[in-house]
């Protein structure tokens, strides 16, 4: 079955801090990765995505992933969080044939302290 | 330019009643999908459309159904409704032929609560 995995449920850190979040994906397939990011009160934005080519993604405001397949895990990194990054941040996966279906994860809550 | 729209945003129904939600799609974007969010769950995948057609249909019972207009907006509706349906519901849109290689945008929700 497919599956999403994040390890880290809620996440605290200090402005300024490094910031790293798992994710590691069950799909027997070639895939396609996303990062979401749901700011509070608002819809569900992309943050990065994977296709092919170069494993390390770069997205918006700083955000960066690493696609390591023999690993099955697509790792989210920003060397220096703010307090603006609070948010609920989902690592998806879609199988990079047939039709678009994102399978998600739990989701991680970031809360970044001034 | 406009992104996906939802309504209504919030939804208050009783069990074993029928409910209708409806989604437009950013202008342009001919494939639509619907998840639902548990609270403290990722989105899960219901169905997706594409040019009118069902391209994808998640795990998820009869009682759920949906469908796209001619002008690729669409609606979906839920029918013998459960406490446990109680969920954020996401339409997402993308410009893809229902392909994969492409970003799906997610409109705000429609928060339905069964009482």
Same mark, same amino acid.
């Given at each position: 079955a497919q599956s999403v995995s994040q390890h880290n449920h809620h996440v605290i850190l200090s402005e300024a801090a490094s910031l790293e979040l798992g994710c590691n994906y069950s799909y027997g397939g070639t895939v396609n990765l996303f990062w979401y990011v749901q700011y509070p009160g608002q819809h569900l934005q992309l943050l990065l995505k994977y296709f092919?080519?170069?494993p390390l993604v770069k997205g918006i405001k700083g955000f960066e992933a690493e696609f390591i397949k023999s690993k099955f895990s697509f790792n989210l990194r920003k060397p220096s969080v703010q307090w603006s990054d609070t948010a609920e941040y989902f690592c998806a996966v879609n199988g990079a044939t047939g039709f678009q279906k994102l399978v998600f994860g739990t989701g991680t809550r970031l809360l970044v302290s001034p | 330019d406009a992104g996906v729209t939802q309504s209504p945003t919030h939804l208050i129904k009783t069990r074993g009643q029928q409910v209708t939600l409806r989604c437009s799609p950013i202008s342009g974007h001919k494939s639509v999908s619907w998840y639902q969010q548990v609270l403290g769950q990722g989105p899960q995948f219901i169905f997706q459309y594409y040019e009118k057609e069902e391209r994808g249909r998640g795990n998820?019972?009869?009682r759920f159904s949906a469908r796209q207009f001619p002008n690729y907006s669409s609606e979906l509706n839920v029918n013998? &409704?459960? &406490?446990?349906?109680s969920a954020l519901y996401l339409c997402a849109s993308s410009?893809?032929?229902?392909?994969?290689n492409t970003e799906a945008f997610f409109g705000q929700g429609t928060r339905l609560t069964v009482v």
């Open positions: 092919s080519g170069d | 998820f019972p009869d013998a &409704l459960l &406490l446990g349906d410009s893809s032929r229902g392909q994969v």
